[in-house]
């Protein structure tokens, strides 16, 4: 994102709320109907930051239908996808599955999803390639342990990863494509990356994109911080000029919380 200050983005913001294995199918609506509302009632302007939830599988139904019924400007996505598209994969949940709930985005190899249950780039790579057959937006999350942070090879352990998730993309995909850099030593434990860490990592993706797929195509895609993301350091951290949206986990399961998030620039200092 390029400053805030003159009201002008190079991006379209993109806060998205990852709800975990959290709120079963009625929680999950009440949640939303009070986000909906609490943005409402403070007249959020959705074309000034595009707001994403992605609920549980089993909330995506009634999900679908709160959205559908009282038309609201909120979009939805998985937490994960199948690399395959159907057939005897017990558990899995295709592409396909997702597009008919109407699913917008669906996240890619989250750090829980890399580390608790192992998946590698590979298969990263080729759920990357299912949420695009399908025209689910995907959003590839990236980010080093804390090992790694120490050890100073955080860039290099990042873009390894970029570059295994993106392979075999067209530059349109991946203008498309939406990246998530979360250093895992910042998740759920209230260490925060400095925005300075943020816009390292995003500029060094942005080089990174525009090395694979070329300068236009890295200036489009959308890069998100998460990791920690409170409503008291949203702004300060999408000041930087590569961070283009943050994926929130623990703030999002508060409707408020969430809401002020969204509503970052009213929190945003004229320089
Ligand atoms: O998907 C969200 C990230 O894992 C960040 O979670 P957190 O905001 O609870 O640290």
């Known amino acids: 994102m390029t400053t805030s200050t003159n009201g002008t983005f190079d991006r379209t913001p993109f806060i998205a709320g990852n709800w975990k294995m959290n709120m079963d199918h009625v929680q999950g609506i009440t949640l939303l109907q009070k986000l909906a509302w609490t943005l409402s009632d403070a007249k959020h302007d959705y074309s000034r930051a ?23 400007e909120v979009v939805y996505g998985g937490q994960d996808v199948s ?10 949940i295709s592409g396909q599955f997702l597009a008919k709930l109407g699913c917008s985005y669906v996240l890619v190899g989250h750090s829980e999803r890399r580390t608790i249950h192992n ?20 959003v590839l999350c990236v980010g080093e342990g804390l090992e790694i942070r120490q050890a100073g090879t955080h860039v290099d352990h990042t873009l390894a990863q970029l570059r295994a998730g993106v392979e075999g993309l067209s530059p349109e995909q991946a203008t498309e494509l939406v990246v998530a850099y979360e250093p895992v030593w910042a998740i759920g434990t209230g260490e925060v990356a400095g925005p300075e860490d943020a816009q390292e990592m995003c500029a060094a993706i942005r080089s990174e994109l525009a090395t694979l797929f070329g300068a236009d195509t890295a200036a489009a895609t959308r890069l998100l911080y998460g990791g920690s993301v409170k409503a ?3 702004a300060s951290i999408l000041k930087e000029r590569d961070v283009d949206g943050l994926l929130v986990g623990g703030a999002s399961l508060d409707a408020a919380e969430f809401a002020n998030i969204v509503r970052f620039e009213s929190h945003l200092v004229t320089d």
């Open 50 to 72: 595009e707001v994403a939830v992605f609920p549980p599988f089993t909330d995506l139904r009634g999900v679908q239908t709160l959205v559908q019924g009282d038309e609201l």
């Open 83 to 92: 690399p395959f598209d159907s057939g005897a994969y017990t558990g899995d």
């Open 119 to 138: 998946e590698s780039d590979d298969v990263l790579n080729a759920k990357v390639k299912a949420g695009f057959r399908h025209g689910v937006t995907p």
């Open 232 to 234: 008291n350091n949203a």
